[in-house]
């Protein structure tokens, strides 16, 4: 098990940044798959960006070349960098955690058993 808190969200405008965090309470490298996922009103949750325990990383295309995730282990934190913030980037994000997922699932919210709160960004134009 492994509780989750996300920070960091907040309202700015188009091509602006923000950093969001996930802080977990075991170590993230001891988890195979951490996952940024957003989700909009009245649209799907769709991930984000993910990242495992070697470090290997994964985008999603709408937020490759602008986004950037990361962990600090000593901190047990998972990070998003967003830069080149656009209004269609506004969503609830949200961190999940679980093991046993591979490439081709990584990005399937429903196989995450471990979720935090959620965080708000919005981007107006």
């Known amino acids: 098990q492994v509780q989750l808190v996300e920070s960091g969200g907040g309202s700015v405008q188009a091509g602006g940044s923000l950093r969001l965090s996930c802080a977990a309470s075991k170590s993230i490298n001891t988890i195979y798959y951490v996952t940024w996922f957003r989700q909009a009103p009245g649209k799907e949750r769709e991930g984000v960006a993910g990242?495992?325990?070697?470090?290997?990383?994964s985008y999603a295309d709408s937020v490759k070349g602008r986004f950037t995730i990361s962990t600090d282990p000593a901190k047990n934190t998972l990070y998003l960098q967003m830069n080149s913030l656009k209004p269609e980037d506004t969503a609830m994000y949200y961190c999940?955690?679980?093991?046993?997922?591979?490439?081709?699932?990584?990005?399937?919210?429903?196989?995450?058993?471990?979720w935090g709160q959620g965080t708000q960004v919005t981007v107006s134009s």
């Open positions: 999940a955690a679980d093991w046993g997922l591979t490439l081709a699932t990584i990005f399937q919210y429903r196989n995450y058993r471990y």
């Open positions: 990242i495992n325990s070697a470090g290997t990383t």
